[in-house]
Nanobody, 132 residues
Framework: QLQLVESGGGLVQPGGSLRLSCAAS????????IGWFRQAPGKEREGVSC????????YYADSVKGRLTISRDNAKNTVYLQMNSLNPEDTAVYYC?????????????????????????WGQGTQVTVSS
């Protein structure tokens, strides 16, 4: 059974930084797109950033462009989300997820892949709270 484990969440002041990690076990990320999603109280889960393992192509939601950076360490089978210049609107539970990136026909863009229904495997989530 494929497993994803997030870590790195916590409480940070506005303007601060955090780095989230998503470690995969019992499978390799080689044929997956990995996404970071977040869900704030009373809101739907939304795609924040996604990365295609095969070529490293990335997507960022407009709300996080320039502040968040997604990256991967293939040797460690881990994906990271560096979050800078955090603000209270970033407060949410952050989830990483893996979606199959094996296609018989046209290959969708990473942006097209960065939606909840494209992902089959989810981590347990890590809380990020931005508050003074």
């Amino acid at each position: 059974q494929l497993q994803l484990v997030e870590s790195g969440g916590g409480l940070v002041q506005p303007g601060g930084s955090l780095r989230l990690s998503c470690a995969a076990s019992r499978f390799t990320l080689d044929y997956y797109v990995i996404g970071w999603f977040r869900q704030a109280p009373g809101k739907e889960r939304e795609g924040v950033s996604c990365i295609r393992r095969s070529d490293g192509s990335t997507y960022y939601a407009d709300s996080v462009k320039g502040r968040l950076t997604i990256s991967r360490d293939n040797a460690k089978n881990t994906v990271y989300l560096q979050m800078n210049s955090l603000n209270p609107e970033d407060t949410a539970v952050y989830y990483c997820a893996a979606g199959s990136d094996v296609w018989a026909g046209n290959i969708p863009t990473v942006q097209a892949m960065c939606v909840v229904h494209e992902y089959d495997y989810w981590g347990q989530g890590t809380q990020v709270t931005v508050s003074s």
